[in-house]
């Protein structure tokens, strides 16, 4: 069974997320892999394919990497949001082990946020690093100049603590739990469309389409007139190569939301044509068709999957 969500971590995340999950109810099936600092779009170029899951959440260095990356993914990839809330417990907590504290995050820093900590009693230092190497001697010459406490990502926190400087995870619970709920409520409502189209394919499969009973729709701005043999456009010509060759009805093995089907008409093309848009009307779907003489191939879109 295919994970439906993978969490790309690191170990203090991975603690923080485990101790969320152990206490919340009704949350997605979630895969979680630590994955090594500059490697993220690497594990998932040689893991994606196995662990198959229907969205990707990840936070810090991992989602800026990521983000700033030429790597591509038709699934969703959700960022694990920083919050005023998140800096404030943090800084917070960092105050208990002294007054000078540095704010550390990945590719720019969170000075936006020190309104948040502006009048707590202490000293917040707001800095950003862009390598590995770079955050190791960020973190050497802070040590060196007397800093109390490091507030950061999992990276961060494991190389304070490498340090001997005391550290505070930058993420709360509430973060988590929130983007979770947020993975949750998507995978809900991916399901749901699935079901729908799936029901809608299953219709017209069961149903040949020239059982449907249409009539007129006069003044209709849906209405899609077909293009006469001696018009036909490339696009139109390459359609027509596309529908009558299948077998109707038919799905498309590429895309199993989409369905084929077939419509017949004694009265000719102008009746095929209201015909189409009547059905079109009753049954909420997207359709393109080709008409050759009295029958008309047609390829229908589920409207909940269309762009």
């Known amino acids: 069974m295919p994970s439906k969500v993978l969490i790309l971590s690191h170990p203090k995340l991975t603690t923080v997320v485990q101790q969320v999950m152990d206490n919340t109810e009704q949350l997605p099936d979630v895969t979680i892999r630590d994955v090594h600092f500059g490697h993220v779009v690497d594990y998932l170029n040689d893991h994606l394919h196995t662990i ?18 030429v790597y591509q993914s038709a699934l969703p990839i959700l960022q694990i949001p920083i919050t005023r809330y998140d800096v404030l417990q943090a800084a917070l907590q960092a105050r208990q082990f002294g007054r000078r ?5 990945y590719g720019e820093n969170l000075q936006s946020y020190q309104d948040v900590v502006q009048h707590l009693d202490g000293e917040y230092l707001f800095f950003s690093y862009s390598s590995k190497h770079d955050a190791a001697a960020l973190l050497a010459s802070l040590k060196q100049a007397g800093i109390d406490a490091i507030i950061g990502s999992g990276f961060i926190c494991t190389l304070a603590d490498q340090l001997e400087i005391p550290s505070v995870f930058l993420h709360s619970k509430d973060s988590i739990i929130k983007i979770l709920e947020h993975g949750a409520r998507l995978e809900s409502s991916r399901m749901e469309i699935e079901q729908v189209t799936r029901k809608w394919a299953q219709e017209f499969m069961r149903h040949p389409l020239d059982a449907y009973e249409s009539t007129s729709l006069s003044g209709s701005p849906c209405i899609r007139q077909p ?3 001696h018009k036909r456009s490339k696009r139109q010509l390459a359609l027509d190569d596309f529908l009558y060759p299948l077998k109707v009805p038919a799905y498309c093995k590429e895309n199993p939301y989409l369905s084929i089907g077939v419509l017949e008409s ?17 049954c909420g779907e997207n359709l393109v068709y080709s008409i050759r003489k009295k029958r008309a191939h047609v390829l229908f879109f589920p409207r909940t999957q269309t762009k």
């Open 266 to 282: 004694k009265e000719g093309i102008g009746h095929l044509t209201s015909s189409l848009d009547q059905l079109e009307a009753d």
């Open 101 to 105: 504290i540095a704010v550390i995050h």
């Open 52 to 69: 198959q899951p229907q969205m990707i959440i990840t936070g810090g260095a991992h989602w800026t990497m990521l983000d700033k990356s």
């Open 227 to 229: 293009i006469q043999s």
